[in-house]
Every structure is written in C-alpha cells, then in structure tokens.
C-alpha cells in the first residue's frame, strides 16, 4: 500500500544520497502531509525527528546511514512501503525537565533518552537529591547524574555503568557519573512516574549544566524531572528487530 513519506536526513553524505535516491523513487512530501516520516541518518538524526513529532505524534521510521544506529532500521532502498506496512511499534514517553538557573530563569525541555546534569568546570558537582518531594541524599559528589528512559538506558546511561532497562519496564534508571562521594553509590532504579528533584550545592562556586537529551541549560540551581504522558511518541521497526529485543540482546552482549 502506497504511503506518504516525508524524508528527513543528516547532513551526512551517505544520508543525502539515500535522500535524493529514495526521494527520486517514493516520492517527497511535507511533513504535515506525510503518514509517515522516515529519518535518514543515526540516533541523533532519529531523536531530532522524533522530537518534531511532540505535536502531531506521527510514527517515525529510521533507516540507518550514521555510526551506531541502534535506534535505526537497516537501510534497504527496496520495498519501503511493505517494510513499513509490516513494521512494528514501540511507544516512548518523555521526561520533562524543568530547570532553573542561577538567575532565576525557568526553562522546560523534554527528553526521549535522559537528562542529564554535568559539572561545568574542573570543580566537582555537589547535588541533593529528592524523590516524590522527599530527601533522599543530602549531597553527592561527582562530575554529574542523569534521569534515563528505558528508550535511553542502552546510550549514555549504559556507558556510566547504569542499568538496561525494558521497554514497558515502568522504571527509570537514576545513574551517577564518576560518583566521589558516597563513593559506593551506584544510583537507584525508580518507578516511571516518580519525580526526581536536584538542588545544587554551590551553583555559583560549582556551576552545573543541565541537558535534555543534547538541548543544554547552563548554570543552573534546581532541576526537576517527571514523565510526560501527554507527549506519547511512535517508532516504528522492522520485524525481528523491534527496540524491545534490542535492548533485550544488549543485556548479553560483551
């Protein structure tokens, strides 16, 4: 069955050739036409494309021209339409981060990965942290932390040795990055619809940005991170290769 496509690519040369090939053999169309929106390119192509659909919800489709790719289908240039008829879907919620910076400036961002909080200079980051308006840790010292989806434990989350969470697990992994003090802790799993809140100790001595997924916030003095089920969005993949066996086959993989 024939499909409107709107195609969004990298900058990447391999991503702008797929575009002017496909393009040339499905077809163009705008994105407020198109059923369906495939994106040409790696996860950040993915993740960019996927958060131009927080207002119409539109399924995204991703074919693979960058590095990893995780989040991406293989790219076969033949029977686009049958491969997206036959595709599965994975359904992601987003945090919303609510920062506010030193000035008193108040910004709102969502995730589909993580937010995340580093320190800004050589200074370590000193951070409270409060779980559904309880303290849970008075002070951590480290070079940052993140709030990250089950969509976003397999990325950064997974490198600073947080946990592989499932696809419909309902939690949310809490992870530092290169924990000081305490110096045992190696984060938390909370459930999905907990509310995470950071004060940071010293924002002035000790500045901390604050990223939802790559949008940045710098300088900031509170942070707070809930789930937003009003912005529920579609990934679509082929079969056999749906984000929830991926994610599954990360957890042995070596």
Avoid at 121 to 148: F, H, N, P, W, Y
Avoid at 178 to 192: D, E, I, K, N, V
Wanted: with cysteine.
């Amino acid at each position: 069955m024939k499909i409107q496509i709107a195609f969004r690519a990298s900058r990447r040369p391999e991503a702008q050739e797929a575009l002017q090939r496909l393009t040339k053999r499905y077809g163009q169309c705008s994105e407020d036409e198109a059923e369906i929106i495939v994106a040409l390119g790696g996860d950040g192509s993915m993740l960019e494309a996927m958060r131009r659909r927080f207002s119409d919800r539109k399924p995204v489709y991703g074919m693979n021209r960058g590095t990893v790719g995780f989040l991406m289908n293989d790219f076969e240039e033949d029977n686009l339409y049958e491969r997206i008829n036959k595709a599965s879907k994975a359904t992601l919620v987003p945090l919303r981060m609510i920062a506010t910076d030193v000035h008193g400036e108040r910004y709102e961002r969502l995730a589909i990965n993580e937010v995340s909080l580093f320190r800004e200079t050589a200074q370590s980051a000193k951070l409270s942290i409060r779980v559904d308006g309880r303290e849970r840790m008075s002070e951590l010292t480290c070079d940052g932390i993140m709030v990250a989806t089950p969509a976003g434990s397999t990325a950064y989350n997974l490198s600073a040795h947080g946990p592989i969470l499932p696809i419909g697990a309902n939690l949310l992994a809490l992870t530092p990055v290169s924990a000081f003090r305490p110096r045992r802790w190696r984060g938390a799993l909370l459930r999905h619809d907990a509310k995470v809140e950071f004060d940071i100790v010293e924002p002035n001595r000790r500045p901390v940005a604050a990223s939802a997924d790559n949008q940045e916030v710098r300088d900031i003095a509170h942070v707070s991170v809930l789930e937003d089920r009003s912005k529920p969005l579609t990934m679509l993949f082929d079969p056999g290769h749906a984000l929830d066996e991926r994610i599954l086959r990360e957890q042995f993989a070596f």
